[in-house]
């Protein structure tokens, strides 16, 4: 199996207009049998949130440079993992809080974590599946976030890759754009974005150049993508 | 090896811009007794209407009730968005000699939005937490405690906003106790036109800012100027 990953964020208008710095926090890497992607959405009401998305994305790497986010997923430690590294930053844990998708690749297993809003796309053998659904609460932009949300909602699935698989991981600043709810569909766009991951050397500039000049028109929010191919 | 694709940037085309809007769902009471200046609350309400279908940021999002009530309660205007620049709606004078049953009033309201909320997650919308704007003149007879238990306990879950435009100060305490604020509204301070562009000028900003999203339409960071509505 061959790993293929790219992602990419844009700062939302409405950040730009109030000199709000870009609050999603997003990466991908590969290992020679093994594959990550994340993005991470800060919350917009608290003051560290910037920091506590970049904190949730450096600690799954972490755990995915040391070989142990697999050990983590599978022992239902790695909610109190990533809590637990919040806690550890000397910042006011009330004002901290952010979502989380991550796509965790080792062989033909995969594993996908969630929290919040934002969501999963799979693409396979020419069909799509939202593989991971945004949650949100009662009411508009009212979601679930790290480290304040209960652990129910920390959503984990996991499952085997039998064929080329494409795993599109975005923030919710984009989600809406990328797939149809009332279908129940990917967009178009998506195909072309699993083309780019796969064939393109220069995805991660393609994805950002879209964030920036198409993607942003329909959202004022900061927009991150992570895209994840098995071959 | 390789290939390259043909597309170097995605296209509007491509991906789904039929994002639904947020509704904001807004149950007008109005008070109907002799209490009460029905016909001008009427008169604004309609240019109330109009203007909301010519603003392009609420007419597809604005989701509007409107009850009146004196003794009972009638539905005058079902939820719905408005789609017509001449809607208009009736509000007829009770000819009852007793005070408004306010109590029921406002348990019929929260009943008629519970119904509506329903629809709303049934159709997976989203939605602002929804509003009753009541319009009373202050005096009230009838069972009130249900209502004041059943709005405390929705005002403090966040999940109902009651902002009361009282024509006179008779039963302040109840009515600082179900607002959203904690603050009573004028109804006739600083008149009504003055009263509904106000209203307006929140829907509007609620409905534009994703920043506003759990604040409630008198909250000063969603539009300046309500304190000069505050009923001293």
Known sequence: ?231 | MKHKTQAEILTDEQINTKIKTTRLPIFFCIESTKEFPTAVIQEQLISFLSEINNNEALYSCADIAIMQYDTTQKVVRAFSLINSANESISIKMSDTTNFADLGNALMTAIKKIKIHIMDYKTLNQNYHAPTIILFSSGKFEGEMQKALDTICGLKESGTLHVIPFVHNSDNKSFFEKISVSGDVFSSSATGYERLFDQIKKSMHSLSTSSENAYKSLVDPNVAKGWENFVLR
């Open chain 1, 1 to 231: 199996m061959k790993y293929f990953v790219s992602y990419a964020k844009n700062i939302g208008t409405y950040h730009v207009k109030y000199d709000i710095p870009c609050q999603d926090c997003t990466y991908a890497k590969t290992t020679e049998n093994r594959a990550i992607a994340i993005v991470s959405d800060g919350a917009g009401s608290k003051t560290f949130a910037k920091e506590t998305a970049e904190i949730l994305v450096k600690a799954l790497v972490r755990l995915f440079d040391k070989d142990l986010l697999k050990y983590n997923i599978e022992h239902n430690l790695l909610f109190n993992e990533l809590a637990s590294k919040i806690r550890e930053a000397d910042m006011d844990i009330e004002e901290m809080a952010a979502t989380i998708v991550f796509v965790y690749v080792d062989g033909a297993d995969y594993y996908c974590g969630h929290m919040g809003d934002g969501g999963i796309i799979l693409l396979k053998d020419k069909k799509s599946y939202l593989l991971s659904a945004p949650e949100n609460g009662e009411y508009l932009n009212e979601t679930f976030f790290f480290p304040s949300s209960d652990e129910t909602h920390f959503r984990i699935k996991s499952g085997k890759i039998t064929g080329e698989t494409t795993f599109i991981l975005s923030s919710d600043g984009v989600f809406d754009l990328l797939f149809d709810t009332d279908t129940q569909q990917a967009m178009e766009a998506c195909k072309t974005l699993e083309s780019w991951n796969v064939f393109e050397d220069n995805a991660n500039e393609l994805i950002k150049n879209s964030l920036q000049k198409v993607l942003s028109k329909h959202s004022n929010d900061d927009q991150s993508i992570a895209i994840l191919s098995v071959k």
